[in-house]
């Protein structure tokens, strides 16, 4: 099933995947779509492998880390109804492990703020630099607010509440 799309964008006679929807720490460059080409966008190395069933398999090395695997695609065509299914499992499954907590990231020049599940951190360079629990609906509410950006609706503080405590999955 396939529940991500990347683009690919033909300049100069190279094709580059320009994608920063996949994790937390991703790619802040558009990545060509050679093999086993190692890009670096100043954080961490990037390359693609091949592999004969997920296709092109985006390699990461962060700093100091060993290299490992974020996203596999393949170039068959697909049409809009190939992704309704895995988008509403993702959303709606009990088995999801999208659906069970808060996760949200955004890019700055420097590095990468994140809330996954109730945690917020502030990456710099491939590393943690900050981590803070947060507490309370509020603080997260507030949270969202000023770093995001985003206005959460006065209907929606609940289900931070209730995502808060909802198992122990702190991916």
């Not at 683009?7 to 994608?19: A, F, P």
């Not at 994790?23 to 802040?28: N, Q």
């Not at 086993?36 to 700093?63: A, C, H, R, T």
């Amino acid at each position: 099933m396939r529940r991500h799309r990347i683009l690919v964008v033909s300049l100069s006679g190279k094709r580059y995947v320009c994608d920063v929807g996949v994790r937390s720490e991703s790619s802040r460059i558009p990545l060509e779509l050679i093999e086993g080409l190692v890009q670096d966008d100043g954080i961490s190395q990037y390359q693609y492998q091949k592999d004969p069933f997920y296709g092109w398999v985006l390699m990461q090395k962060e700093n100091g880390k060993p290299w490992k695997p974020l996203l596999g695609s393949t170039e068959e065509e697909q049409i809009d109804a190939d992704y309704v299914m895995p988008s509403f499992y993702c959303e709606k499954h009990p088995d999801s492990t999208f659906n069970k907590f808060m996760k949200i990231s955004i890019f700055t020049p420097d590095s990468d703020l994140t809330i996954v599940h109730n945690t917020f951190k502030i990456y710099r360079h491939g590393r943690v630099e900050q981590r803070r629990e947060l507490g309370t609906e509020e603080e997260a509410v507030e949270l969202l607010q000023d770093t995001f950006g985003i206005d959460v609706p006065d209907s929606y503080h609940h289900f931070l509440e209730e995502k808060k405590g909802a198992g122990d999955d702190r991916r």
